[in-house]
Structure formats: structure tokens, C-alpha cells
């Protein structure tokens, strides 16, 4: 299964925000969304986009998003293997 790590993300977004964000920069739509448990100052989510996506296939999101500033923060994106 295809997966993407999202983190630096504010403790309150929301599924259909990352659907946006992503929708914004040309990605795919994500299947399901596992938010990450932490101390809640640097949040993360891990997106899944089922089984007929390869995880190379999400590599050209990374390249995307890492990095960039959304609500604030500077994204921190990979994909989970």
C-alpha cells in the first residue's frame, strides 16, 4: 500500500484540509488518513492511497510539498515504505 508522511501539520487539521492541500498540488486522492500520536507541537498524519497506487508514484508529491509553508509551518513529507 502506497503511503505518504505529512508532518509539521497544525494539531488541528482536518482530513478534508489535507484533501485540499493536496488537491492543490496536483496529488492524488488519499484513501485514508492515520493521524500520528505525539506531544501535539509538531503533529503529522500518514495519507494512504490503497493498493493499486505504487510508492513511487508518490514521489513527485514529496518533491511538491516537503518543504513548503502552510498554515504557518514548513511541511515535513516522505513516503512511508
Do not use: C
Request: net charge negative.
Amino acid at each position: 500500500m502506497a503511503r505518504l508522511w505529512i508532518g509539521n501539520i497544525p494539531p488541528d487539521t482536518t482530513e478534508a484540509e489535507l484533501k485540499e492541500l493536496l488537491t492543490k498540488y496536483g496529488g492524488s486522492e488519499f484513501t485514508g488518513m492515520e493521524s500520528v500520536p505525539g506531544d501535539g507541537s509538531r503533529s503529522a498524519a500518514i495519507l494512504s492511497f490503497g493498493d493499486n497506487i505504487p510508492a513511487g508514484a508518490l514521489q513527485p508529491m514529496v518533491d511538491r510539498l516537503h518543504g513548503i509553508h502552510w498554515k504557518g509551518r514548513a511541511l515535513v513529507v516522505q513516503v512511508v515504505h
